[in-house]
C-alpha cells in the first residue's frame, strides 16, 4: 500500500516537474486532479479568446444577428422551462391543475410560464429570419454545406418542441390540437398507424400520451437539439462565416472585421430588443390557460399554433381520395428541395438577383404559406357557427382564467379527502339514503344515465338548488330525474353535502 | 484556381496580429471598456432576469398563513360526562402545493377545574411524538422519552421544556369547536408554526 501511494506521488511530481515558477504552484493542485497541463490551459483560453476573434468578410452587420438570437432563445426556454418543472407534473390527473397552480398562484408564474409558451413562438420567427437571411445571402454555398444540413434537423427539432408543448397544459386546445397532429401520421402508409399509436402511447389520447410527449419534450429532443446546436456552430466556424453578398463572386474585394466588439455589441442589443419584447407580451398578455381538457366535448373548434395555420388550411383541400398526395407527397418534396438546397444550386453566385429561379421558388413558398394563413382566419371570420364557437371558446378560456385556483382534492375521488362539515355529512347519508348513487355515481362523477354533480353548488345558487331538487326542470325530468320528495331538514343537508362537492 | 477563402482567411490572420499589437500596446483601451461595459451590461440584465425566477422559486416559502379555521370536535350535551381527558380526531385540511389534503389530529378534550371545556394539543412539545393519556395514573405520559403532564396539560416532568400546548376552543351553536394550530419544538415559549 505504502509502496502504491509513493508511485502516484511521483507521477505527480514528475508532471509539474519541467515548470516550477510561483505561479505554476498555484495551479498545482487543480492540475494534477484534472491532468490540465500549463499547455492545455493556455491553449483552451486562446480558444476561448478565439470564440469572440472569429473574422466577419464585410464586416459586423445587424443582418447577422438571427443566428445568436436563437442561441439566447434556447438558453431562455432552457432556463424557463427547468423552472416550470418545478412545479408540472406530467398526468392527465394533474398536469392541469398544476399549470392552474403556476398560472393562478405562483409568484412570478403566469409571468415565467408566458415567457416559455411566447418563446417558442419567436424561436419561430427569428427562425424564419435566420433561415431567409441564409437562403437570400446565399450563405449555405460551398463549404457550408454542412452548416445547412445541421440547421434542416434544427428546424426539425424546434418544430417538434413546440408540438410536444403544446400537449403539456392539457387544456381543450391542447388536447385537441394534438388529437389532430397525431391522427394526421394516419395519412403515412402502412407504418402511420402503428406510428401513431407509438407516440400516444396506445390508440387513444390520455395520460400515457402525455408521458410520452413530456419525454420527448424535456429529454429526447432538448438533448438532440444541444447536439445539432453543437454541431451547426462547429460545422459553422470551421466553414467560417461567409459574410455580406460580394459584387462579384470571382474576386471578393472585402475587407474583414473581427467578431468582437461590433458584432457582439450589435448580436447583445437584439438580445435586448428580443428580452425586452418578450418581457412585455408575458407582463401584459400573458398566457391564458383554457379549461382542463374534456375528450367527450363534441363541440370544440380547436386550432394549432399560429404557426402551423397555413398547414392546417392546406389540409382542407384535399378530398380523402388525394389525400396523401396533399398531406405527404407535395410536403416531404418540399421539404427535400429545402434540405437539397445546397446540392441542386451548385453555382458560386450569391447575389439574389442572379438567381431568380430559386429565389422566386423560395418566395412563393413564403407567400403561399401566408396566404394559407389568410384565408384560414377569414373563413374562421366568415363562417358564423365557427366564429360563434370560438367566441365562446374564447370567453370560456377567460371564465376559468378568472375562476381563483382551485386545489385538487388528494386521494382517487374528489369525496375521498373532502372535508364535510356535519350538515354536509348528514347530507351525504340522505344522498345514499335517497339512492342518488345509483345514477350520479357513489363519487358523484356521474354515469351514463346522469351527469356529475361535481360544482353543482358553483353553477346554482342554494334557493335554485332548492326549487330543482323539489320540481326538477323539464330537461332534467326527461333525463329520469325525480322530484326529491324529503323532509325540510333532510334537503337542507343534502344541498350542503352538494354545495360541499366541489 | 484562385481561393479567394485563402486570400480571406490571410486577411483574418493578419487583423489578429494588428489587434495582439494593439492590445499589448494599451493595457486599458477602448476594446477593454466596450469589454467592462459589455460584461455589466450581461451581468446587470441576468440579475434582473433572476428576480422573477427566484421569486417563481421561493414561492412556497413566503406564502401567505393559513386562515383562521374553527373545526368542530362534538356536541357539549355529549361532553357533559368528560371528567378526565378524553381523545377526539379532528380533520385539518391543508395545503401541499396544489393539492388540497385532509389530515386527522388528535386533540384531548379536558376540563378545568371551573368545570370549562378546553382542548390540548397530543403533540408533544419535545420532539413531537403523540401523548397518550393513563387514566389509572391520572396524567399525560409521552411514550418517547416519558415526559410527563398532569390532567391539565402541565409539566411534571421529564425532557419537555413546556407543558402540552393548549388550543384555542369556544362552544358555537352547542359545538365545542377548535382552532387547530402546530407549535414549535423544544422551545420553552408556546410558538406558532402553523
Request: aromatic share 10%.
Amino acid at each position: 500500500m505504502n509502496g502504491r501511494q509513493t508511485r502516484i506521488r511521483s507521477a505527480g511530481q514528475a508532471a509539474i516537474a519541467p515548470d516550477t515558477t510561483a505561479q505554476e504552484s498555484r495551479h498545482r493542485w487543480l492540475d494534477r486532479r484534472s491532468g490540465m497541463s500549463d499547455r492545455r490551459r493556455r491553449a483552451l483560453s486562446s480558444s476561448l479568446r478565439a470564440v469572440f476573434r472569429e473574422a466577419i468578410p464585410g464586416g459586423a452587420s445587424m443582418a447577422y444577428v438571427f443566428g445568436s438570437g436563437l442561441l439566447y432563445l434556447c438558453l431562455s426556454q432552457v432556463v424557463t422551462g427547468m423552472f416550470l418543472a418545478l412545479y408540472y407534473v406530467p398526468s392527465a390527473d394533474h398536469a392541469h391543475t398544476t399549470v392552474a397552480y403556476i398560472t393562478k398562484e405562483v409568484q412570478s408564474g403566469s409571468f415565467i410560464r408566458s415567457l416559455h409558451a411566447y418563446g417558442s413562438s419567436a424561436i419561430v420567427i427569428v427562425l424564419l429570419l435566420h433561415v431567409s437571411q441564409t437562403f437570400l445571402y446565399g450563405a449555405y454555398k460551398g463549404r457550408r454545406k454542412l452548416v445547412w444540413l445541421a440547421g434542416c434537423v434544427l428546424f426539425a427539432l424546434m418544430l417538434g418542441m413546440s408540438f410536444t408543448g403544446y400537449l403539456l397544459p392539457w387544456d381543450q386546445k391542447a388536447y385537441f390540437a394534438t388529437t389532430v397532429g397525431t391522427n394526421l401520421l394516419t395519412y403515412i402508409p402502412v407504418l402511420g398507424g402503428p406510428l401513431k399509436s407509438l407516440l400516444r402511447g396506445g390508440t387513444e389520447m390520455g395520460t400515457l400520451t402525455l408521458s410520452r410527449f413530456f419525454v420527448l419534450h424535456v429529454f429526447l429532443l432538448p438533448a438532440l437539439l444541444l447536439a445539432f446546436i453543437a454541431a451547426h456552430i462547429f460545422l459553422f466556424r470551421r466553414a467560417g462565416p461567409a459574410g455580406a453578398i460580394p459584387r462579384d463572386p470571382e474576386t471578393p474585394e472585402q475587407s474583414t472585421e473581427l467578431f468582437y466588439p461590433r458584432q457582439v455589441l450589435v448580436d447583445f442589443v437584439f438580445a435586448l430588443l428580443i428580452i425586452a419584447g418578450l418581457g412585455v407580451l408575458a407582463h401584459y398578455s400573458p398566457v391564458a390557460l383554457g379549461p382542463k381538457a374534456s375528450p367527450s366535448d363534441t363541440q370544440y373548434v380547436p386550432r394549432p399554433e399560429w404557426y402551423y395555420i397555413p398547414v392546417f388550411q392546406w389540409l382542407k383541400y384535399w378530398e380523402s381520395g388525394f389525400a396523401i398526395v396533399g398531406v405527404l407527397v407535395i410536403p416531404a418534396f418540399v421539404a427535400l428541395l429545402f434540405v437539397g438546397l445546397p446540392f441542386l444550386d451548385l453555382r458560386p453566385e450569391r447575389r439574389p438577383w442572379k438567381r431568380p429561379l430559386s429565389v422566386s421558388i423560395y418566395g412563393f413558398i413564403f407567400i403561399g404559406l401566408g396566404a394559407l394563413g389568410g384565408i384560414s382566419h377569414r373563413n374562421d371570420l366568415r363562417n358564423p357557427v365557427i366564429a360563434g364557437r370560438l367566441a365562446k371558446q374564447r370567453a370560456d378560456v377567460e371564465a376559468f382564467m378568472r375562476r381563483p385556483f382551485e386545489p385538487e382534492a388528494a386521494g382517487s375521488s374528489p369525496l375521498a379527502a373532502l372535508f364535510l362539515s356535519p350538515a354536509a355529512s348528514q347530507g351525504k347519508k340522505v344522498f345514499e339514503r335517497e339512492r342518488c348513487t345509483e345514477c350520479h355515481g357513489a363519487d358523484l362523477s356521474g354515469t351514463s344515465s346522469a351527469p356529475t354533480l361535481v360544482g353543482v353548488g358553483q353553477k346554482y345558487d342554494t334557493g335554485t338548488l332548492r326549487s330543482i331538487l323539489r320540481q326538477p326542470t323539464d330537461a332534467m325530468s326527461d333525463g329520469g330525474m325525480q322530484p326529491v320528495d324529503i323532509k325540510e331538514g333532510d334537503l337542507t343537508a343534502l344541498i350542503a353535502f352538494l354545495e360541499s362537492v366541489k | 484556381m484562385n481561393h479567394p477563402e485563402q486570400t480571406r482567411m490571410g486577411r483574418a490572420a493578419a487583423v489578429f496580429r494588428e489587434d495582439d499589437d494593439r492590445l499589448r500596446r494599451t493595457p486599458f483601451g477602448r476594446r477593454s471598456f466596450l469589454g467592462l461595459l459589455l460584461g455589466a451590461g450581461v451581468a446587470s440584465l441576468g440579475a434582473l432576469l433572476s428576480v422573477p425566477l427566484l421569486r417563481f422559486l421561493l414561492h412556497p416559502l413566503v406564502k401567505a398563513k393559513a386562515q383562521l379555521s374553527w373545526k368542530e370536535i362534538a356536541n357539549v350535551e355529549d361532553l357533559a360526562s368528560v371528567t378526565s381527558p378524553v381523545k377526539k380526531l379532528v380533520q385539518v385540511e391543508q395545503r401541499d402545493g396544489w393539492r388540497k389534503i385532509v389530515l386527522q389530529k388528535a386533540v384531548y378534550v379536558c376540563r378545568d377545574k371551573r368545570g370549562q371545556l378546553f382542548a390540548l394539543s397530543s403533540v408533544c412539545p419535545h420532539l413531537g411524538c403523540s401523548i397518550a393519556w393513563h387514566d389509572e395514573e391520572n396524567r399525560f405520559v409521552c411514550p418517547c422519552h416519558n415526559g410527563q403532564f398532569t390532567a391539565e396539560g402541565k409539566l411534571l416532568g421529564g425532557p419537555p421544556p413546556r407543558g402540552m400546548d393548549q388550543l384555542e376552543s369556544k362552544v358555537e351553536d352547542g359545538k365545542l369547536v377548535v382552532h387547530y394550530q402546530s407549535f414549535r419544538q423544544l422551545v420553552p415559549t408556546k410558538e406558532v408554526i402553523a
